[in-house]
């Protein structure tokens, strides 16, 4: 998992599992395993008598304090039949533990530490206590979800001025979604978190050797971030070129009660792969997250994708359709169907306009023959392939290649409204034959 959700187990190290795992502990440890099997959820941790497993448990509550269902009205920290037992003295539970973004319990929680010396079930939060604090942490932030979106194909090269593909101005975006294709073997996780600060955090990534995918929020709103998951499909296997591997790597959470579903892919190349791109836009879609493996023996070396002869065993994915909102990133490389010549007239006339009705996407998306449902903002900006590596030129080799956009964002909500505010390439970074493009999404009333 990625450094901004909590793991059960690393708080019974971080707690000194060995002072209380003797005469209690293994049933503790038990639940935490179920517990993290399960989603995070609460449950009843009723022989952890002393202060340290005390401690352990509401970091892990803490932990779990957005994803998991509410804990029963009876709900007790420990039975006081076990304390007199052991004949262990501790203070009365403190309140539970305060995270950066999220308010603490009313008065500090010293009500409920008062109830909790009064009490001989030592209990701490009730379960209507616990919804109404929720309640009014999701209320007190309730605002749109900013997010940052860049895709990349690097074509094996890390440039010094690294840090362009970031947007770092005014309060901060609330999530980077960072697309990564034909990545270099270098620390990307790390040269992100590094250009990002300590506001942010890793969600998660999900990497297919060149092709990556990390997802970056700011530390604040992590508690609203549950039930992280990653996904991968491929089309070659390492007896293809690893560098220029083509598939797709997907990260799903859930943002408070709604779902977020983030993709990357490289698709084939070439202006006459129009068909085989769609169906792997098309396998994708119905391969990731799906439950059962045979569905990517689509994508294995050898197979038809072009024909759709591949079809899709098992029990087909509809995550994409069951997301509150997809972001779908990366080389998608659609082209162009324009003699070069008229494409390079265009740009240097400043009539992009000209060529939206023959790029391929663009007629795809139209005609609902791939990636269905998805929006795009307008192309405004040049063509982001293929450039002479180092320069502002176009392709100046024997094969003269049109320029066309293969570098692209697109997205789709369910009920929740969005807003694309920006959508641009980033010239500054000339080391690939292609451009970075980059977007900027609002997301209305998320939470």
Known sequence: MGNCVGRPDDYVLHHGRSKWIVKYG??????????????????????????????????????????????????????????????????????????????????????????????????????????????????????????????????????????????????GHDFFVVGLQEAPMFDAKTSISEILGAKYCLVESSVLMSLQLFIFAKRSIKPFISGVKVDKVWEKGLGGIVGKLKGAAAVRLQFGDKSLLFITSHLA??????????????????????????????FQ??????????????????????SDVVIWLGDLNYRVELPRSVVQASIKHNKLQELWPKDQLSVALSKNQAF??????????????????GTDMYDTSPKERVPSWTDRILYKTSTVKAELRSYDAIGSLKTSDHRPVKAHLTFKNLL
């Open 301 to 322: 070396p050898g197979t038809n994708t072009e024909d759709l002869s591949c079809r899709v065993r098992g029990l087909p994915s509809n995550v994409v359709e069951e």
């Open 372 to 389: 269905k449902g998805f929006r795009e903002g307008p192309l405004l900006f040049a063509p982001t392939f293929k450039y002479d590596v």
């Open 26 to 171: 293994q049933q503790v440890v038990r639940g935490l395993l179920d517990c993290e099997k399960s989603n995070l959820m609460a449950f009843n941790i009723k022989y952890a008598a002393t202060d340290t497993a005390l401690s352990c448990h509401r970091n892990l509550y803490r932990s779990c304090f957005d994803p998991c269902f509410p804990l029963p009205s009876d709900y007790k920290l420990i039975d006081p039949k076990i304390v007199e037992e052991l004949g262990v003295e501790r203070k009365p539970p403190k309140a539970a533990l305060a995270t950066p973004g999220v308010p603490k319990p009313p008065n500090g929680g010293k009500r409920m530490r008062r109830e909790a010396e009064k009490s001989g079930t030592k209990q701490v939060i009730s379960a209507k206590e616990i919804a109404s604090w929720k309640s009014k942490t999701v209320a007190s932030t309730a605002a749109d979800l900013d997010v940052y979106v860049v895709t990349w194909n690097m074509n094996s090269k890390v440039p010094s001025n690294f840090s362009d593909l970031f947007d770092l101005s005014g309060d």
């Open 269 to 298: 190349a070439h202006e006459s792969n129009l068909k085989t791109r769609n169906a792997q836009c098309a396998r994708i879609h119905q391969s990731m997250f799906a439950r059962s493996t045979s569905v990517y023996s689509c």
